[in-house]
C-alpha cells in the first residue's frame, strides 16, 4: 500500500524513520528541477534543496495542512533559493588578480591609506 505524502509526513511525526526519506526520494526530482531553474549555478541548486529538507525535517511539526505537502516543500525551497540568490548579489566574490597581490600594503601600513588604494582600484577598473 502506497502511503499519500500528508501521511508520510504524519509517520515521521509519530517517529517513523523511514517516512521523511520516502517523502524525500518522491519529492527531490521536482525540487531540483525549481532550485536549478532559480539559481545560477548546480552547486548552490543543491545546497539550498538540502538546505530546504534539513529545514523541513526539522519544522515538519509546524505543517499547517493548509497545503498540499509537495506545495509546502516548494514554498521552503523558494525562500532557500532567494536567501541564496541575495546573498550572492550582496557579496559576490571577486578574486584579485595575481598580479596585485605584490601591491598589497604590509601591516605597516595605516587603514586609511589602504581604503584609500582599493577605491583607487575600483575606480580604475570601471
Do not use: K, Y
Not at 536567501?83 to 550582496?90: A, E, M, S
Amino acid at each position: 500500500m502506497t502511503c499519500s505524502d500528508r501521511e508520510l509526513l504524519a509517520a515521521h511525526l509519530a517517529g517513523d524513520e523511514r517516512a521523511f526519506p520516502e517523502l524525500v526520494e518522491r519529492q527531490r526530482g521536482r525540487l531540483w528541477t525549481i532550485a536549478r531553474g532559480a539559481l545560477d549555478n548546480p552547486e548552490d541548486a543543491a545546497e539550498a534543496v538540502q538546505d530546504a529538507l534539513v529545514r523541513a525535517h526539522q519544522g515538519a511539526a509546524r505543517f499547517r495542512g493548509e497545503s498540499a505537502v509537495a506545495t509546502w516543500l516548494v514554498r521552503i525551497l523558494i525562500n532557500v533559493c532567494m536567501d541564496r540568490r541575495r546573498h550572492n548579489r550582496v557579496r559576490p566574490a571577486t578574486p584579485m588578480p595575481m598580479e596585485r597581490l605584490e601591491e598589497l600594503p604590509g601591516p605597516h601600513v595605516p587603514i586609511g591609506e589602504v581604503e584609500t588604494r582599493r577605491d583607487v582600484w575600483a575606480a580604475m577598473d570601471e
